[in-house]
């Protein structure tokens, strides 16, 4: 067997964060979210705040990736966040899957008790429970079954951005909130066969937005049965390995045949004149994303932003002294960050009167791409000092500002693709066929972490069940490179 799974070595013996990977993966996990000032949980329970920095990284997320949506022939709209629960009972295969995660709202109205304490109004309590929405599709498959009439009205493809909420018992930031920001896409189509195309069209966005964009890869694959989203024919998946060899499902795509266009009723009349029922897609990533791309990419010293959703690409740190130089230096320095602004970049100049020591320690803990040092010498010299944040101190280079312009969008790049391609040799470094059960066995026995890759045929073994049920393995995806001949195991977020 190969070594198992290993976060990458810290370059510098001391580290801000802790404790560090080795020590505690999952405590690390929630330090380098703290450090980089990213989000915090919120006094509502299982839910998160997402600060200033944290937010700046999702609106790039979603103004990239929403522009492609669009460019694909997909309208937005938005739809009420609370759900009749009669919608729901007309699709009782596809609410089992979120039923127990379900928060009802039953009252309109609050009264004070007799302690003064402001308790549901019992006057108040409605003819009719709602669900804040788990997921969209029946209240979208609702709209959908009035707009649509006749095959002229097909294809319909609807997204919408918007938080949902499931009840969830353990939480981690960005990972698993009860409240969690996404995109849903929700389409009704003709015939089966575009239905089909498009969960897979949808799922090679998502690869070419976690790899293009996030720097982080996986396996495409559909799930088996026993995984497939609830009311669904087919679900699409993209399985990505975090540092401690566990799997985190990235993104999914659901082909729903006309299971769910019959349980709500969204048909149109076809061609020949007969009724008929659509074909229906629904697809979605949320702020998990953000959760794997942390799990991805971090180190002990902090989070390294992929350069093309960073929301600060560059910052400028003037180093002063105390010698008549100080209002010199930060001029150059604002020029300088004024001329990157121009030529599109994210540049934060950062002038605040604190030790240089800290504001370069926390531009490391935030992970910012690329960080400039500037004091009276380089400014004689029209020069700076930059390193990058993948590869630190290793990386420190004094160059002439004309040449930094000119070259700063191959650094990005270059910071860019050595992470992708860090991520893609981790992955298949600890990825692992494996022929029979006691081999997974003997691989997970011994401790070891990772992605187990089996014949689709053993998944019927009892005894892989219960190797299964021992390591808490489930399985993730038959990837689309195996052509249905494999299945992948892991342990998941």
Known sequence: MNKPAQPPKQQNSKTAITPTRAEDFPEWYQEVIKAADMAESSPVRGCMTIKPYGWALWENMTAIFDKWLKDYGIQNAYFPVLIPVSYLSKEAEHVDGFAKECAVVTHHRLEKDDKGGLVPATAAKLEEPYVVRPTSETIIGEAMSRWIQSYRDLPMKLNQWNSVFRWEMRTRIFLRTSEFLWHEGHC??????????????????????????????????????????????????????????????????????????????????????????????????????????????????????????APIQVVIIPVTKDDGTAGAVLEFCDKIAKDLKKAGYAVKLDDRDMRTPDKMWESIKKG????????????????????????????????????????????????????LSRHRAFTRQNTFDVASVSDVHDFYGAGKMGFARVPIEMLNDAALAKVRDEFKLSTRCMPFEDEGRKVLLAKSY
């Open 368 to 419: 910012i791409p690329v960080r400039v040092e500037i004091g009276a010498r380089e400014m004689e010299a029209n020069s700076l000092t930059f390193v990058r944040r993948d590869l630190g101190r290793d990386s420190k280079k004094t160059v002439a500002v004309p040449e930094f312009m000119g070259t700063i969008q191959s650094v990005l790049d270059s910071m860019h693709d050595g992470l």
């Open 188 to 309: 009704a189509f003709e015939t089966a066969e575009e239905s089909k195309q498009d969960t897979l069209h949808v799922m090679g966005l998502y690869k070419k937005f976690f790899e293009e964009c996030l720097a982080f890869t996986g396996f495409e694959g559909n799930k088996t049965a026993e995984e497939r989203f609830p009311g669904a024919i087919n679900t699409v998946a993209f399985e990505s390995m975090m540092q401690d060899g566990k799997a985190l499902q990235a993104a999914t795509t659901h082909d729903m045949g006309q299971n769910f266009a019959k349980s709500i009723g969204i048909k149109f009349s076809g061609r020949d004149g007969k009724e008929a029922f659509a074909h229906t897609t629904s697809w979605a990533y949320s702020t998990r994303a953000i959760g794997g791309m942390i799990m991805v990419h971090a180190d002990d010293d902090g989070m390294i932003m992929p350069p093309r959703v």
